[in-house]
């Protein structure tokens, strides 16, 4: 049920003598951020300093910027605190802990309240989330995003870009609605998804909109547990940091398609995601 974005991206001809890209792009269903999307591209001890606190954030998620500059500094990079916060902001990463208020939304960006607290997830698409976690890839980085069904663990899809516009969370958005839609969409309160555009697919369908409390990663818990899942068992493991982007997807592919399919999760009596969210459907 994922769309290979590569996949159609290898049918488009940039050299057509009578079709252009973006008409091509538009019969393929695939974007042009989807066609042109590279690694963003960094100086190397930059991108050593993300994979740093990138794995460090995931193994202690409560450590904000001061420990984490305390960290790096222990290990020999002499670092300043708003160096660090920049780099947290870039990675699109903060500590899990309520704190001041620290960005602003843009001021048309509208936040909803989070609906979610107490709440009892019950069946397949009563809840779904999405988020945004970093990778490291060979000559710089990239952003994955995936929508996720709660009751399930199913991830519905997934994009890939190279930059923090949402014109990937908008596609993932709408190839998950092309399979079904949930009662309520929780998201956090990044630009995003707080802007017109990501929040319309909802309102047209009457979605109920959930939005983390600020600081609280843990409102959306369960995509934080499979962006942990996604970097322990596939990204650190086989060191994307060595890979091209064409690895790096059929890799990220392959890894999801085990994850929804074959991968046995203790919470759910030891099913497969796909199973869950199917059967549990019919």
């Not at 990138?54 to 002499?78: C, I, V």
């Not at 962006?227 to 650190?236: L, P, S």
Request: hydrophobic share 35%; proline share 4%.
């Amino acid at each position: 049920m994922i769309q290979s974005v590569p996949d159609r991206r290898a049918l488009i001809d940039r050299n057509h003598p009578e079709i252009s890209i973006n008409r091509q792009c538009n019969l393929l269903e695939v974007s042009k951020g989807a066609l042109y999307y590279q690694p963003a591209s960094i100086d190397p001890y930059t991108l050593s300093l993300m994979d740093i606190i990138d794995e460090q954030h995931t193994s202690t998620p409560f450590y904000g910027s001061r420990r984490l500059t305390a960290y790096l500094n222990a290990k020999g990079h002499e670092i300043n605190r708003k160096r660090v916060q920049r780099l947290m902001r870039l990675m699109r990463i903060e500590a899990v802990y309520p704190k001041p208020k620290l960005s602003r939304r843009l001021e048309n960006h509208k936040i909803y309240p989070y609906l979610l607290r107490g709440v009892n997830i019950e069946r397949p698409d009563h809840v779904w989330s999405t988020d945004i976690t970093y990778i490291r890839v060979s000559n710089g980085f990239i952003y994955l995003t995936a929508v996720i069904d709660w009751f399930s663990r199913y991830v519905l899809s997934w994009r890939l870009s190279n930059s923090l516009e949402n014109t990937f969370c908008i596609e993932a958005l709408e190839e998950a609605l092309s399979i079904s839609q949930p009662q309520i969409f929780n998201t956090d309160q990044g630009s995003q998804y707080t802007a017109v555009n990501f929040l319309k697919p909802l309102i047209d369908r009457d979605i109920s909109i959930s939005m983390d409390s600020r600081g609280r990663a843990l409102d959306n818990v369960f995509v934080e547990r499979l962006w942990r899942t996604v970097k322990y068992e596939e990204v650190f493991l086989k060191d994307y940091r060595t890979m091209k982007m064409n690895e790096v997807y059929r890799s990220l592919k392959d890894f999801i398609k085990f994850y929804n399919q074959e991968r046995l999760h203790q919470a759910l009596d030891y099913k497969s995601p796909e199973y869950i969210y199917h059967s549990a459907r019919s």
